[in-house]
């Protein structure tokens, strides 16, 4: 007991370790040579290794709950809304997918339109064609994605 106590701080600990240190040396006893030494030095280096196997343990909670540290573990709420996120980026990506099979005018509008928030009015100024243009090319667009069943085109009807 004495040589535990002066390796560990806590009493509580030190009761427990020299409690692990008999249970390992009736569980090795079959090990023990008595031409490699007395069986209290075989003891002693019973218990030096069941200490050493504590502290290791600790320094690897200690570093297990510095990367832990100011980190909030995720509840339910937070699975949820990540997944939502998930699929709200696949559909997203899907769109832009299957924008790009469309034709440069088309494309040019609809990104417009969909994602740039712009009324089909602006989106006719910005691209230098007309408005009446511009409404045929978003309506072929649109029309276009919605051939593909692409789960996207619900997305970008909405957004118009």
Known sequence: MRFVVRRVSDPHLAADLTADIFLAALDSAHTYVPGRGNETAWLYGIARNVVSARHRQAAREARATGRLAGRRLMDDDDLARMEERIDAERQMRNALKAMDSLPEG??????????????VGEAAQALGIRQVTARVRLHRARRALERLASPSAVYLEGQA
């Open 106 to 119: 088309e494309r040019a509008v609809l990104e417009l339109v969909a994602i740039d928030q712009l009324t």
